[in-house]
């Protein structure tokens, strides 16, 4: 067990940083060492015990909570002195509860608050969805947005106060937005301090609100905006209004609000990056013959030829008739996926013409009756009855 009065570590020292050391510098420090000292490089037992303070050093002070012990003169890594000990969370006997301990050093929850917390702070961005079609992400559109959001107080101008009067010097904590406390721990006496709970750590109270914003400096508004959706933006792309986002409290300066595009799906085409498809249904005969097409592209009306002997699958390409690219010169390009058709019903004559192709072409095309069907004939074909 540990004696109250031992004397902590100087894990700044193992490193060798400084106590003002950043995160970084403090990391960049453990590597370097923990590579001259690691045991596979240096066997030396010398070095292994060396190596072994500098991991705890650095799991010391790479951790907020356990390098604020060490700075208030404790040793998070002695028994009974950490979370980490072997009795577990809690000091014993006379000493108060670990948890009291870290409330005493962090003020609970609200982190080491040093003076009054301003009242003015940045506001947040705010995000708003954009639906567009095809035509509209390929082309540009100056699209109309409704945001919701909120903004400065006209009538305090962000102050809080109302007209003519003026915030006051909290009593409670005389202005210093904090209130501390002294508490006997095993460490020695340790002060600490919380947010004021009479001004919520502002220093200040307002006496009389902004009857507008109740003292936030700020209120909720519905605004009408035009946002300028460039050509060939993406579904998913998102499109910065600079301060055009939330107000802060106390009228600080607003986020920026952020236009994300989602596209609709098109009836016709299919969107791959700047390129488009569609699919096109040619009847058997034509994809036989040849033929011209006449195919609708998003701002045209382009003539394409069917090549004779055109197979299932083809497509066709048209060049620079897709998605114009963004701030580019260049448009991608249209794919006409070819779906050939076979006729699905033939009359009597249209059979008897098919059947007349097929033996002109020396191919062999077996008959279906009504009872054999086709997979007898075939078994007959395989046995050689054909
Ligand atoms: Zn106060
Ligand atoms: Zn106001």
């Given amino acids: 067990m540990r004696t109250p009065n031992a004397v902590a570590r100087d894990y700044y020292g193992i490193l060798g940083v400084s106590r003002e050391a950043s995160d970084d510098e403090i990391k960049r ?8 000292f690691h045991p596979d490089v240096n066997p030396d037992p010398e070095a292994q015990e060396k190596f072994k303070d500098i991991n ?11 390098r604020q012990i060490v700075d208030l003169g404790g040793d998070p890594l002695a ?13 014993a006997g006379p000493f108060v509860g670990f948890q009291d301990i870290m409330d005493a050093f962090f003020g609970g929850a609200a982190g080491g608050a040093r003076g009054p917390r301003p009242r003015t702070r940045p506001g947040a961005d705010a995000i708003l969805r954009l639906e567009l079609d ?4 390929a082309f540009g559109v100056e699209a109309p947005i ?14 809080g106060t109302a007209a003519g009067t003026h915030l006051a010097t909290c009593e409670a904590c005389g202005g210093r937005g904090e209130v501390q406390s002294v508490q006997r721990t095993f460490l020695g006496q340790v002060v600490s301090a919380r947010p004021c709970t009479v001004c919520q750590g502002y220093g200040t109270t307002i006496p009389h609100p902004c009857p507008t914003c109740a003292g936030d400096g700020r209120v909720r508004t519905r605004r009408s905006l035009t946002v300028k959706i460039p050509a060939g933006v993406e579904d998913g792309m998102r499109i910065r209004l600079a301060q055009q986002g939330e107000v802060g409290p106390g009228g600080g300066t607003a986020g920026d609000l952020y236009v994300e595009i989602h ?14 498809h569609c699919r096109v249904t040619v009847p058997m005969t034509a994809a036989a013959l040849g033929t011209r097409l006449t195919i609708k592209t998003l701002d045209s009306e382009e003539t394409v030829d069917v090549k004779p002997g055109t197979q299932p699958g083809s497509t066709l390409r048209l060049r620079a008739r897709g998605v114009p ?3 580019g010169t260049g448009r991608g390009d249209l794919y006409v996926h070819l779906d050939v058709r076979t006729p699905t019903k033939l009359d009597a004559d249209q059979e008897r013409m098919l059947r007349e192709f097929a033996k002109t072409r020396g191919e062999e095309v077996a008959e279906l009756t009504k009872q054999g069907g086709f997979f007898s004939r075939m078994r007959d074909a395989f046995n050689g009855h054909a």
Avoid: F
């Fill in 29 to 36: 420090a453990y590597r370097k060492l923990a590579r001259q």
């Fill in 56 to 66: 705890a050093a650095y799991e010391v002070l790479s951790d907020d909570r356990k």
């Fill in 79 to 91: 028994p009974g002195g950490g979370g980490a000990g072997p009795g577990g969370p809690g000091g």
């Fill in 134 to 137: 095809l035509n509209e992400t």
């Fill in 146 to 159: 409704t945001v919701d959001t909120a903004v400065l107080c006209t009538t305090c101008s962000g102050a």
């Fill in 263 to 276: 596209e609709r799906p098109h009836d016709v085409y299919s969107r791959k990056g700047d390129d488009l």
């Fill in 325 to 327: 690219h963004l701030r």
